[in-house]
């Protein structure tokens, strides 16, 4: 069990009803609610604190890219209440800061077992319990399984050769350390410009003696004009968060920005070219609560594309590198664009250049710097800002067998099936928090995890009151919403861009749109159905007698 310091005992057995893994925004709620209602549960979480991706990726430059006032837990009015955010779009600091307070408040490290990873999982058919074993060598016996692990949370490292012989220094963006990390006066090389390499260039461009920022997919990035916020505004916003939170329950992204029906070519095309001028100016996700079908009309989308591009030269002074800079051959908001803060008019700064990878791609790593096929850069430290194995990544991590033997492997070999990104077929009582085929990135994640969360438990209760030991999807309720997540993915353009958002950044993995591109509301209503229709789209074990739980 637990030992004085609080951490698992290794080596022991230790039965419970559920294990959580991982302590970010999902699993602090999970081990929250699970506490709440009773539960003989442990949490599992690799980093050593809590926070998930706001602990690992503090590079600098790091900030949300939703408002903190949708990006943020709304279970409990006495944390709303209570915290005050500096800034419209929050710092990683202050989201880090964030959990941490909202773990002191509710107790919620006595729980966890900090540095530690589960390594594999595997459900024991004849007792009905999953087997949960960790690096440390504890082994857990939990009827549930709750995977709070993380859309992005397997660092992707890129493959080219040499990175051990390089002899300065290599940071990861989604491992920053601990401590700051000064640039000043050095050679540095970023490679990646999705949206962590974006909010990073700025930063670092300001110290560096030189910055070279290797691109080989230019992103869509827009303003995102942050501010500081007014107490004024913060009363405000305290005096009306329960209207805030109903709004943002009932929105497609699962936060309360503005959202129009208006198609785009409704307008005359200087009413749109307007339009467009103040959603620059307004910054952040404006341009989609301008118009309504952006993600559905690619001649809409295009023009939007090209106001976009026409932008970065009005910014960027070197017309060649304005015109490497921008995308192209893809739609705009295919994924959630990137909101920057001086990144273009970083290019304009001296001691920074582009290196375009796609004209001269990189060969390799060298001891000194990077070589290209044209040039060798000599560098005193490389940034990797390569983004992540996304969705799926944490939970192949580590092997996980279901009933009769099932490996999550091979089930997913094809691409990930589940249904409602919450269970799957063949792995009784293993609910994923965010994971594939749910709205996911597409959404707040930290109200789509609580709301994943709440209907886990829900599920959790349902069996408890009824005598049942173990449910998972039938395999035809499965089947029918993947069917749903494809009919829709086909009717977006997001599955039309070779983002991470179909797996297109990682070598040999299934391409497809692994997420539910039908808004969070419509999502949440498809949950609240399969939870009142009394649960029909699940087979329920019953328990047996002499291993009844809890
Ligand atoms: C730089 C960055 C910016 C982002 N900005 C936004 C944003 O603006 N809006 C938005 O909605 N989302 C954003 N996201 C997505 C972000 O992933 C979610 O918002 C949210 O923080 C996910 O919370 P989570 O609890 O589901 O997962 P995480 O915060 O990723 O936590 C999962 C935890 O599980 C642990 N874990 C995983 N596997 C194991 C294992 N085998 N054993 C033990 N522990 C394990 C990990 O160490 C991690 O701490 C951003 C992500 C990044 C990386």
């Known amino acids: 069990m637990a030992t004085a310091s ?30 709440e209602m009773g539960l003989r549960f442990r949490g599992i979480e690799a980093g050593g604190d809590v926070g998930g991706v706001w602990y690992w990726n503090r590079y600098p430059g790091a900030r949300c890219d939703l408002m903190c006032i949708d990006y943020s837990y709304s279970f409990s009015d006495e944390i709303q209440q209570e915290w005050v955010w500096p800034e419209q779009y929050a710092h990683q600091s202050d989201i880090l800061a964030y959990a941490n307070f909202v773990a002191d408040k509710l107790d919620l490290r006595k729980d966890f077992d900090f540095e530690t990873r589960v390594i594999s999982a595997s459900y024991d058919d004849a007792r009905d319990l999953w087997v949960i074993k960790t690096n440390t060598g504890a082994i857990f016996e939990a009827t549930y399984f709750i995977l709070a692990t993380g859309p ?6 890129p493959d080219y050769p040499g990175f051990e012989d390089f002899t300065g220094d290599i940071y990861s963006t989604a491992r920053w350390p601990h401590e700051p990390v000064d640039f000043t006066g050095r050679k540095v090389g970023l490679i990646g410009t999705g949206s962590t390499g974006i909010q990073i ?49 009932l929105s497609p992204l699962g936060g309360i920005r503005a959202v129009s029906t208006r198609p785009f070519f409704s307008l005359p095309r200087a009413q749109r070219h307007s339009l467009m001028e103040d959603s620059w100016k307004q910054g952040g996700l404006a341009f989609l609560g301008t118009f309504g079908d952006l993600l559905r009309n690619e001649e809409a989308n295009e023009e939007v594309a090209e106001f976009v591009r026409a932008k970065i030269s009005e910014v960027v002074k070197d017309p060649d590198t304005a015109e490497r800079l921008k995308p192209r051959g893809y739609p705009i908001f295919a994924r959630r664009p990137c909101l920057d803060t001086g990144y273009y008019e970083a290019f304009n700064q001296p001691n920074v250049r582009l290196a375009d990878c796609i004209d001269d791609p990189i060969e390799c790593i060298t001891p000194r710097g990077i070589k290209t096929q044209k040039t060798h850069y ?49 792995f009784p009582n293993l609910f994923m928090v965010c994971g594939p085929n ?77 997420m539910y591109t039908g808004g969070f509301a419509n999502y949440r209503n498809s949950c609240a159905d399969a939870q009142t229709n009394g649960y029909r789209e699940f087979t329920f074990a019953p328990c047996k007698p002499d291993l009844k739980v809890g």
């Open 438 to 514: 749910g709205p996911s990135a597409l959404a707040n994640i930290i109200t789509l995890n609580q709301q994943n969360v709440d209907w886990i438990c829900s599920a959790i209760t349902h069996m408890r009151d009824n005598g049942l030991t173990a449910m998972e999807p039938r395999p035809d309720a499965e089947e029918a919403w993947m069917d749903i997540v494809a009919t829709l993915a086909d009717k977006t353009l997001v599955s039309k861009a070779n983002t991470w958002y179909v797996g297109a950044n990682i070598q040999g993995k299934t391409k497809g749109l692994t």
């Open 152 to 157: 992005l949370t397997v660092p992707k490292r």
């Open 378 to 426: 000599d560098l005193d430290a490389i940034i990797l800002a390569t983004g992540f194995d996304g969705l799926t990544g944490a939970l192949m991590a580590f092997a996980v067998t279901g009933r009769d033997g099932r490996d999550l492997k091979d089930k997913w070999r094809e691409g990930a099936r589940s249904y409602l990104g919450i269970a799957m077929d063949g």
């Open 6 to 35: 609080g951490a698992t005992d290794a080596h022991s057995i230790i039965a419970l009803d559920a294990v959580v893994v991982g302590a970010g925004f999902g699993g602090m709620y999970a081990a929250y609610r699970l506490r």
């Open 201 to 249: 260039v700025p930063v670092v461009a300001e110290q560096a003696g030189e910055l070279v920022v290797f691109q080989r997919t230019p992103s869509f990035t827009l303003p995102m004009r942050n501010s500081a916020i007014t107490p004024e505004f913060w009363d405000e916003v305290r005096r009306n968060y329960a209207s805030i939170r109903e709004s943002a329950s």
